[in-house]
């Protein structure tokens, strides 16, 4: 028996020594490297939202933070950005030019915007931005560069906060005729033009994901968080720059584990999920709630034993569109709203990315998606761990369920949906599959 244990001891010891020999990690160890790069546009800007005004200056600077995380001969790179949307093309030229940079597999890039509302207005540039936006693929290829030129062997953990507080569903039904106001209507707070509300239409997702990489002597490298809430917190009417609740998180994360630390932040599904309160002056207090939740789930985190398998898949999907001329008479004007028609992405092709970390599944998709389709995601992936990043690698508007659809509202116009429902069910299906394939390759 003792002959035995001495010959298994030696064997690993041998492994171990071969793969020092060759400079190579042993099979299934975990490299991981954080990145991050200035993407703050200029004063003078076009900032996103309804006004589309110019910037007037910066309360906290905009970052692309980049996790490149490697495992055997599988590199992933996940990029958080705190813009509101990101455009096929840019998206494309940044992955074009950190592949040519790090050799990492085009495939194998995800640019996940936090969906800021205190950023440039991406999707159709305008003149005061066309310089800034050209040298932004440059500015997110810097900071995949950097994560990749930073690689070392890590250790993962894996933690979790549930958060009720600070945010809901922002579709309610009316009694009056069955269908949805949007919570920010001033109507709602008209009795005579609402009556009644019969709550909310749909749920939230009070999951707060955080994947925390320790370096092998301890420290804390940074992190990957996943929260379904749009980022409208901060007070845009003074038109300035900010990462909003996304950078309240990542301030919070340096203050618990040093200035070293990154924290890539991506959107959940939160296409019908806003803040309580938004674009108010007190926004850093209201964004304080998350931060804590997210610091919490960081510190109670478990670490992931084993080998850490590291996958990544991406599929193009020419998902039908909507008709345009699909519109109820009255429909907007029912909401007091602008006519939004005649916006359109400019591709017919939508790209639809998984990944893997161990454990830990991540979907992709392309628009601003409805909270129950990516629980229905989480719902149906084969991982015991699943997150959706809203948003990734380009903006193809909201993405509503049918039940939705039915109720109108904001999202359902025609001008900010795009995609038909036939459209949206198969980009979440196939965001599905591919977690399948990852699931079951491995």
Not at 164 to 182: C, P
Not at 237 to 245: M, V
Not at 323 to 328: G, I
Not at 335 to 345: H, M, Q, S, T
Request: net charge negative.
């Amino acid at each position: 028996m003792r002959r035995v244990l001495a010959l298994g001891v030696g064997l690993i010891l041998f492994t171990a020594a071969a793969f020092a020999e060759v400079g190579e990690d042993p099979p299934g160890e975990l490299r991981v490297g954080f990145g991050q790069s200035d993407i703050t546009p200029p004063v003078g800007a076009m900032m996103t939202g309804a006004g589309l005004e110019r910037s007037v200056g910066t309360d906290d600077a905009l970052l692309a933070k980049t996790l490149v995380v490697q495992s055997g001969d599988r590199t992933l790179a996940i990029v958080g950005v705190d813009l509101v949307k990101i455009r096929l093309d840019l998206a494309d030229a940044a992955i074009a030019e950190a592949a040519q940079r790090t050799g990492i597999d085009r495939d194998a890039v995800m640019i996940c915007p936090s969906h800021n509302h205190s950023s440039p207005f991406v999707p159709m540039g305008g003149p005061n931005n066309k310089d800034y936006l050209s040298t932004l693929p440059g500015l997110i290829a810097d900071s995949i560069a950097q994560a990749y030129g930073a690689l070392q062997p890590a250790r993962m953990f894996l933690g979790r906060s549930l958060v009720y507080e600070g945010l809901h569903n922002r579709r309610v039904v009316s009694k009056a005729d069955g269908l949805v106001l949007n919570t920010w209507l001033k109507k709602l707070n008209d009795l005579e033009q609402t009556p009644q509300v019969l709550g909310t239409e749909g749920p939230i997702d009070p999951e707060l994901w955080v994947a925390r990489f320790d370096a092998l002597d301890g420290r804390v490298l940074g992190t990957l968080v996943n929260f379904t809430c749009h980022p409208a917190l901060h007070d845009r009417r003074g038109r300035k720059w900010s990462a909003d609740f996304p950078g309240v998180i990542a301030d919070q994360m340096a203050h618990a584990y040093g200035e070293q630390v990154v924290c890539v932040f991506t959107q959940g599904a939160s296409g019908n999920v806003n803040p309580n309160t938004q674009f108010v002056p007190d926004w850093r207090e209201k964004a304080a709630v998350f931060a804590r939740a997210a610091v919490d789930a960081a510190k109670r985190a478990t670490r992931i034993e084993g080998p850490i398998a590291v996958g990544y898949a991406r599929r193009n999907v020419r998902a039908p569109r909507r008709d345009p001329a699909d519109h109820r008479e009255g429909a907007i004007a029912r909401l007091d709203w602008r006519d939004p028609r005649g916006v359109a992405p400019r591709s017919p092709v939508v790209p639809v990315n998984a990944a893997r970390i161990g454990p830990l599944g991540i979907a992709t998709n392309a628009g601003e998606l409805f909270v129950e389709w990516g629980l229905s995601v989480k719902k149906r992936s084969p991982f015991p761990h699943t997150i959706v990043s809203e948003l990734t690698n380009e903006w193809v508007g909201y993405e509503p369920t049918a039940q939705a659809f039915q109720h109108e509202g904001y999202e359902a116009l025609v001008g900010v949906n795009f995609v038909s429902l036939e459209g949206i069910q198969m980009l979440v299906d196939t965001a599905v599959e591919l977690l399948q394939e990852l699931w079951e390759g491995e």
